[in-house]
T-cell receptor, first 117, second 111 residues
């Protein structure tokens, strides 16, 4: 069974540009969540999607957005990049909590490492 | 607000047991997790425990939960050099996949 797949794995952008990151969840998983990892702030929750709807959002500016498609794949977008957006962006998938078999298992991908110059 | 705390560093000798500790503040936590992160990699789910459990054992891993003190620990028996990594504790309310992570504990295993 394939794991959570994130693309691209590495990318370099300049300030002011925008970036789109992609996440394909484990087959059968319908809930996708995104996290940002930086040395200074650690791991922080960005947002969570289920059935193409955003269920929860972390404390990030509006430049950070996301969406989920009907096949459960998800993308996140960061516009007007700042130096501080340099981070490892991690996607996680699971069965939806509260619906169906809730095992509590939340699996992460390898991440997309974004460097903003 | 919600907060999860861990000690930053633990050093053990190969073959010894490692115990990584974590405290959390959210009394409504439903699931508590342990993840492992190796350099340049994502997060690997090691184990998790439901909040109505006191203990969970999975091969070399033992998780203990003291809900009264909001204290979680991960014991790794017979620690190997391949266990060297950063270990993250996390909690969630269960109705959502919003995890609150600790700062991570760097485990260094000396041969």
């Amino acid at each position: 069974k394939a794991g959570v797949t994130q693309t691209p794995r590495y990318l370099i952008k300049t300030r002011g540009q925008q970036v789109t990151l992609s996440c394909s969840p484990i087959s059968g998983h319908r809930s996708v969540s995104w996290y940002q990892q930086t040395p200074g702030q650690g791991l922080q929750f960005l947002f969570e999607y289920f059935s193409e709807t955003q269920r929860n959002k972390g404390n990030f500016p509006g430049r950070f957005s996301g969406r989920q498609f009907s096949n459960s794949r998800s993308e996140m977008n960061v516009s007007t990049l700042e130096l501080g957006d340099s981070a490892l962006y991690l996607c996680a998938s699971s069965f939806p909590t509260g619906v169906g078999p809730n095992t509590g298992e939340l699996f992460f991908g390898e991440g997309s490492r974004l460097t903003v110059l | 607000g919600e907060d999860v705390e861990q000690s930053l560093f633990l050093s053990v000798r190969e073959g010894d047991s490692s115990v990584i500790n974590c405290t959390y503040t959210d009394s409504s936590s439903t699931y508590l997790y342990w993840y492992k992160q190796e350099p340049g990699a994502g997060l690997q789910l090691l184990t998790y425990i439901f909040s109505n459990m006191d203990m969970k054992q999975d091969q070399r891993l033992t998780v203990l939960l003291n809900k009264k003190d909001k204290h979680l620990s991960l014991r790794i028996a017979d620690t190997q050099t391949g266990d060297s990594a950063i270990y993250f504790c996390a909690e969630s309310g269960g109705a959502t996949n919003k995890l609150i992570f600790g700062t991570g504990t760097l485990l260094a295993v000396q041969p």
